[in-house]
C-alpha cells in the first residue's frame, strides 16, 4: 500500500506499506489508529519507564500524547489505557526540567488536566504523567517502567500530521495513496513510517502521473513531498 503524506507549504506524498514498523527499544503494541475528532495518529508502545518512551517516541517522530480536552482524553482512555493488557499509560505532560512547572513534551500549551484528586503530588520526585484507565485520572509517579502501587504503565505516542486526502487506489498496481498535512520532508516521511511506509516511491511515468493528478493538483496543494 502507498500512503499520500504533505509537507512545508507543500504536500507530501507517502508511499505506506502498512504493517512495518521501526526498529526501537519498545515494541508497537497497538495501533496505528486515528482520532476522527482531530485526525492524529497514535499509537501504543510496550512497557518502558517515561524517558524511554518519550525517547521512542521521538524516534517515530511524534511525542508522547498531549490531551487537549476532554474528548481527547476519553479517547485516550477507552482506546489504549483501557485496551486489554493494559490499564495505565504515560501522557507527555511533566515537570522534569522545573519542578511544579508542567508542560508537555511537544511544546503545545497546556489547555486542560485532569489531576485525581490530591495530584500531582510529587511524592519522591515524581515528575511524570500517568493516566489511569478506569476514569481517565492523572498523576504524577516516579521515571519507572512499573512505578510502585501502579504497574505496568505504557506510552501513548502521537502524531500531529492529519490525512488530508484518501485513501486513493491506483488501478495500475492496486495500491492505496493518502495525503497528509503540512510538514517538513522529515516529519513527513517520519509520518509515514508510523504509519507503516514511507513516502512515495515512483516507478514509471503512469505513477508520477497518477500522483501529479491526483494529488500535486489537488486543491490548495501545488507540490508533494516524494521519497527520493
Do not use: C
Request: proline share 4%.
Amino acid at each position: 500500500m502507498k500512503v499520500a503524506n504533505q509537507a512545508v507549504s507543500l504536500s507530501v506524498l507517502a508511499a505506506i506499506a502498512f504493517g512495518a514498523a521501526p526498529a526501537l527499544a519498545q515494541t508497537v503494541v497497538q495501533g496505528p489508529i486515528i482520532n476522527p475528532a482531530n485526525g492524529h495518529t497514535y499509537y501504543r508502545l510496550s512497557n518502558s519507564n517515561w524517558t524511554a518512551a518519550e525517547a521512542a517516541a521521538v524516534a517515530l517522530g511524534g511525542h508522547l500524547v498531549t490531551i487537549n480536552d476532554s474528548a481527547e482524553n476519553e479517547f485516550v482512555r477507552a482506546t489504549f489505557a483501557n485496551a486489554p493488557g493494559a490499564g495505565r499509560v504515560w501522557l507527555g505532560y511533566n515537570d522534569g526540567a522545573t519542578e511544579g512547572s508542567f508542560v508537555w513534551a511537544n511544546g503545545e500549551p497546556t489547555s486542560y488536566t485532569l489531576w485525581a484528586a490530591g495530584e500531582p503530588n510529587n511524592n519522591g520526585n515524581e515528575d511524570y504523567t500517568v493516566m489511569y484507565a478506569n476514569n481517565g485520572n492523572w498523576a504524577d509517579v516516579a521515571d519507572l517502567a512499573s512505578p510502585p502501587g501502579i504497574g505496568d504503565v505504557y506510552g501513548v505516542v502521537e502524531f500531529l500530521s492529519q490525512v488530508v486526502q484518501g485513501p486513493i487506489t491506483n488501478p495500475a498496481n492496486g495500491h492505496t495513496y493518502y495525503r497528509l498535512s503540512n510538514s517538513n520532508w522529515t516529519a513527513a516521511e517520519a509520518a509515514a513510517v508510523a504509519l507503516g511506509g514511507h513516502l512515495v516511491t515512483i516507478n514509471d511515468s503512469a505513477e508520477n502521473e497518477f500522483v501529479r493528478s491526483n494529488f500535486a493538483s489537488a486543491v490548495g496543494v501545488g507540490r508533494v513531498w516524494l521519497g527520493y
